[in-house]
T-cell receptor, first 111, second 111 residues
Framework: DAMVIQNPRYQVTQFGKPVTLSCSQT?????MYWYQQKSSQAPKLLFH???????NEADTPDNFQSRRPNTSFCFLDIRSPGLGDAAMYLC??????????FGPGTRLTVT | GQQLNQSPQSMFIQEGEDVSMNCTSS?????WLWYKQEPGEGPVLLIA?????ELTSNGRLTAQFGITRKDSFLNISASIPSDVGIYFC???????????FGPGTRLSVLP
């Protein structure tokens, strides 16, 4: 089945220790998104790639970076995680900008 | 920017009851999406609506695209315990490549 895959599902990192979350897709969609979600709130968009074009949301902290080496993979790098960065991180894709498909998420804990 | 509102914010119902929730906006949307998110998982797309007035079913779920293009409704018939979760409405924004999310309706089903 075509899908969006996120690894790991659970990640524990120490305060200030860089961490990378990964996302891959078999849908061959050209747009990939990274969201942060806290406490059952709506997902909050961090940034997205349209093909290789990177689009950062204005209020996304500089601490968050992303890489998309190819169509299938996208990475979220948190350079110096703080306690406030503990959240669910969701990757999503879209092929037609009408529907969006999510991965299962990575739950990040910062100790 | 565009915003989506959902009501009710939360609901507690008895197993077997029908459920109705809605999503409204002050601006027009050209596509309406309904997602369900269970604890610890990513949102799963339930139904996508593309035309004003459209009524679409997915098993016990039925959703409608409002004729004003500013609202949508989701109904769940004969609720069961596995319907528990947060239901988000969403739609592509009219300005670019992003999606707008409502705050969600949290559904609890009592046995």
């Amino acid at each position: 089945d075509a899908m969006v895959i996120q690894n790991p599902r659970y990640q524990v990192t120490q305060f200030g220790k860089p961490v990378t979350l990964s996302c891959s897709q078999t849908l061959n969609h050209n747009v990939m998104y990274w969201y942060q979600q806290k406490s059952s709130q709506a997902p909050k968009l961090l940034f997205h790639y349209y093909d290789k074009d990177f689009n950062n949301e204005a209020d996304t902290p500089d601490n968050f970076q992303s890489r998309r080496p190819n169509t299938s993979f996208c990475f979220l790098d948190i350079r110096s995680p703080g306690l406030g960065d503990a959240a669910m991180y969701l990757c999503a894709t879209s092929g037609n900008l009408e529907e969006q498909y999510f991965g299962p998420g990575t739950r990040l804990t910062v100790t | 920017g565009q915003q989506l509102n959902q009501s009710p914010q939360s609901m507690f119902i008895q197993e077997g009851e029908d459920v109705s929730m809605n999503c409204t906006s002050s601006s027009i949307f050209n596509t309406w999406l309904w997602y369900k998110q269970e604890p610890g998982e990513g949102p799963v797309l339930l139904i996508a609506l593309y035309k004003a007035g459209e009524l679409t079913s997915n098993g016990r779920l039925t959703a409608q695209f409002g004729i004003t293009r500013k609202d949508s409704f989701l109904n769940i018939s004969a609720s069961i315990p596995s319907d528990v979760g947060i239901y988000f409405c969403a739609g592509p924004d009219n300005y670019g490549q992003n999606f707008v999310f409502g705050p969600g309706t949290r559904l609890s089903v009592l046995p």
